[in-house]
């Protein structure tokens, strides 16, 4: 079946403009994730919805992160006012419950100017 | 603050031979993950390890967990090129935190 697909795969802008990222999990899974890997380093969470809801939000780094999940299925994170250290590869994982196994997407790479 | 190290964070090895790796986690959880990645690519998952003394193989590689002792160790058996990969441990605290709290990773390459 089909896996966490994310698009886009790359994006580059420039410093201070706005970008949102999309993520599609698996059908049927109704937990969904955040993280943002560095280069060299492990992912990092930055949020986790149940649902339609953000039911932990705390590992977004400050308020130019947000992240929605209108209908429970499809997440788009969005990041305002860029800035050069928002650069990494942004993961999505989903899962079919809160304690299951997360399966990954295949990240976008996003490259702040 | 949960906290997991990985070591070795680098390793290079010849086919044929045996290795360890080991992930440490500072505080309680309810399961661990292994997962692999391979350059440019996402996470694959390996192994998720539920309880104390959990041991999972699949082909040459094999996990355990001591919760007791707060480890779990990835162990790679007559390596093959074909596993040359970054390995991470991953760890759920549960209680009310909701991501997986990963290792740096340990990058494996296996010359032949």
Redesign the interface.
Known sequence: GAGVSQTPSNKVTEKGKYVELRCDPISGHTAL?W?RQSL???????I?FQGTGA??D??LPNDRFFAVRPEGSVSTLKIQRTERGDSAVY?C?SSLV??G???????TRLTVL | ELKVEQNPLFLSMQEGKNYTIYCNYSTTSDRLYWYRQDPGKSLESLFVLLSNGAVKQEGRLMASLDTKARLSTLHITAAVHDLSATYFCAVDAGGGADGLTFGKGTHLIIQP
């Open positions: 994730y993280y060299g380093q492990g992912p990092e969470f930055l986790y039911a932990d705390s590992g993961l994982a809160r304690s196994t997360q399966y990954f997407g295949p990240g």
